[in-house]
């Protein structure tokens, strides 16, 4: 069965403190990964698409990569406005359909 | 550039009352989808809309029904609202058509429902 686990559920960070969200995944034939940030009360913001195993996107203090069974999201000396929650989903082959993970919780703490 | 707007943001119903959730994007985009967001569950798929005229059930549909208006709108309707439908529910849009790493989602900001 096609399914997607985000890991910690919840992480509290002090600014500058650096640490890494997972997101692993088990589905036939991966076409890709998306990672999205989520602030409370908004919808879901696209932040990258991580298209095969061993590539790496990076947007100001966040890099992403992924293998073949898992992505992380690397967070370089946070800062409080990073303090959202992440959500990962890949697409189910085949499909127009995405899995998405439950995310994490990140707080960052001044 | 407003993006994918939904109304309305907040909404309470009792038991056995309906209502419509209203999905409009200017993005020019083929696809729409409805999803709806549970605390400890990820986001999942109520309904989805190809194209204009074309609609298909996702992984919870029962309880709902959706209509793409126009290219720009895709609204979901609650006919005899339910406790368990209580949720947070997101439109979202893409270009393309189909799944995949280019098919890039675009979310509105939901609609908070509560349903006593």
């Known amino acids: 069965e096609d399914q997607v686990t985000q890991s910690p559920e919840a992480l509290r960070l002090q600014e500058g403190e650096s640490s890494s969200l997972n997101c692993s995944y088990t589905?036939?034939?991966?076409?890709?990964l998306f990672w999205y940030r989520q602030d409370p009360g908004k919808g879901p913001e696209f932040l990258f698409t991580?298209?095969?195993a061993g590539e790496e996107k990076e947007k100001e203090r966040l890099k992403a990569t992924l293998t073949k069974k898992e992505s992380f999201l690397h967070i370089t000396a946070p800062k409080p406005e990073d303090s959202a929650t992440y959500l990962c989903a890949v697409p189910v082959s085949g499909t127009y359909k995405y899995i998405f993970g439950t995310g994490t919780r990140l707080k960052v703490l001044a | 550039n407003a993006g994918v707007t939904q109304t309305p943001k907040f909404q309470v119903l009792k038991t056995g009352q309906s209502m419509t959730l209203q999905c409009a994007q200017d993005m020019n985009h083929n696809s729409m989808y409805w999803y709806r967001q549970d605390p400890g569950m990820g986001l999942r798929l109520i309904y989805y809309?190809?194209?204009?005229?074309?609609?298909d059930k996702g992984e919870v549909p029962n309880g709902y029904n959706v209509s793409r208006l126009n290219k720009r709108e895709f609204s979901l309707r609650l006919e005899s609202a339910a406790p368990s439908q209580t949720s947070v529910y997101f439109c979202?849009?893409?270009?393309?058509?189909?799944?995949?790493?280019?098919?890039?989602?675009?979310f509105g900001a939901g609609t908070r429902l509560s349903v006593l």
């Open positions: 979202a849009s893409s270009e393309l058509g189909a799944g995949g790493a280019k098919n890039i989602q675009y």
């Open positions: 809309s190809a194209s204009e005229g074309t609609t």
């Open positions: 991580l298209y095969s």
């Open positions: 589905v036939s034939g991966l076409r890709g």
